[in-house]
């Protein structure tokens, strides 16, 4: 178990100036930011972050929403993070996350769903070498 996890905040969530405020409910969960960078991703970098995905009708749509605007990339430290992250963030989709969680409170539907949260110790650690060198985790 791993006690790091990685996050984004989506276009939808920085362009409707959510990022305050999501960045204070994540450091009220417990987490600590290591690493942070605010960064508009070209279609390419998004689509080779997103290359898991390369396969699912959902890829282009994806692809084009997280290259649309910038988004805040963070890896978060706290025991347990991944899972305790994934309970802050809610369901994917907003309409069935819990009360309190951020998609709950910022995201606009199960496509702008306002942050990113890794699924497991394994892609947490891919998706923050994905934008942090090792000299820019603290």
Same mark, same amino acid.
Request: net charge negative.
């Given at each position: 178990?791993?006690?790091?996890?990685?996050?984004? %905040?989506?276009?939808?969530?920085?362009?409707?100036?959510?990022?305050?405020?999501?960045?204070?409910? %994540?450091?009220?969960?417990?987490?600590?930011?290591?690493?942070?960078?605010?960064?508009?991703?070209?279609?390419?970098?998004?689509?080779?972050?997103?290359?898991?995905?390369?396969?699912?009708?959902?890829?282009?749509?994806?692809?084009?929403?997280?290259?649309?605007?910038?988004?805040?990339?963070?890896?978060?430290?706290?025991?347990?993070?991944?899972?305790?992250?994934?309970?802050?963030?809610?369901?994917?989709?907003?309409?069935?996350?819990?009360?309190?969680?951020?998609?709950?409170?910022?995201?606009?539907? %199960?496509?702008?769903?306002?942050?990113?949260?890794?699924?497991?110790?394994?892609?947490?650690?891919?998706?923050?070498?994905?934008?942090?060198?090792?000299?820019?985790?603290?």
């Amino acid at each position: 178990m791993s006690n790091k996890t990685f996050t984004m %905040i989506k276009p939808d969530a920085v362009s409707a100036g959510y990022t305050g405020a999501i960045l204070d409910h %994540i450091i009220k969960g417990g987490f600590k930011l290591v690493a942070m960078k605010y960064i508009h991703l070209t279609a390419a970098q998004a689509g080779k972050f997103y290359e898991v995905h390369k396969e699912r009708p959902f890829y282009g749509e994806l692809v084009d929403f997280m290259s649309s605007g910038p988004i805040v990339a963070a890896i978060l430290e706290k025991d347990n993070a991944v899972a305790d992250f994934r309970q802050l963030i809610g369901a994917t989709n907003p309409a069935e996350a819990a009360e309190g969680t951020i998609r709950k409170l910022y995201a606009r539907s %199960i496509g702008e769903n306002a942050v990113h949260g890794s699924d497991s110790d394994e892609n947490a650690a891919i998706e923050g070498s994905f934008f942090f060198s090792g000299l820019e985790q603290f």
